[in-house]
């Protein structure tokens, strides 16, 4: 008995492994990376990774405050309050 083999269907979302490996030839490897680079290397992702670098940085600042017992969970209420 003959094995039908799915055809791929951009229209359509797949799934995976996590351990599932994938081989793409250097060709493609090159076109991968030099599509990041390209990408990354614009004032626009620039921006962003460096928004994305404060975010964290107000994030660690906000954790500190809440080991510390500087902030607190916000619990919601009528009243207002200096939180987010």
């Given at each position: 008995m003959e094995v039908v083999k799915e055809q791929f269907n951009p229209?359509?979302?797949y799934k995976w492994q996590p351990t599932d490996v994938f081989e793409i030839s250097g060709a493609e490897f090159g076109l991968l990376l030099n599509?990041?680079?390209a990408t990354l290397m614009t004032e626009e992702a620039q921006r962003i990774l460096l928004i994305q670098?404060?975010?964290n940085a107000v994030e660690n600042i906000l954790?500190?405050?809440v080991e510390s017992g500087i902030a607190v969970e916000?619990?919601?209420d009528n009243e207002s309050s200096?939180?987010?």
């Amino acid at each position: 008995m003959e094995v039908v083999k799915e055809q791929f269907n951009p229209n359509k979302k797949y799934k995976w492994q996590p351990t599932d490996v994938f081989e793409i030839s250097g060709a493609e490897f090159g076109l991968l990376l030099n599509a990041l680079r390209a990408t990354l290397m614009t004032e626009e992702a620039q921006r962003i990774l460096l928004i994305q670098e404060a975010s964290n940085a107000v994030e660690n600042i906000l954790a500190k405050g809440v080991e510390s017992g500087i902030a607190v969970e916000h619990i919601a209420d009528n009243e207002s309050s200096n939180s987010l």
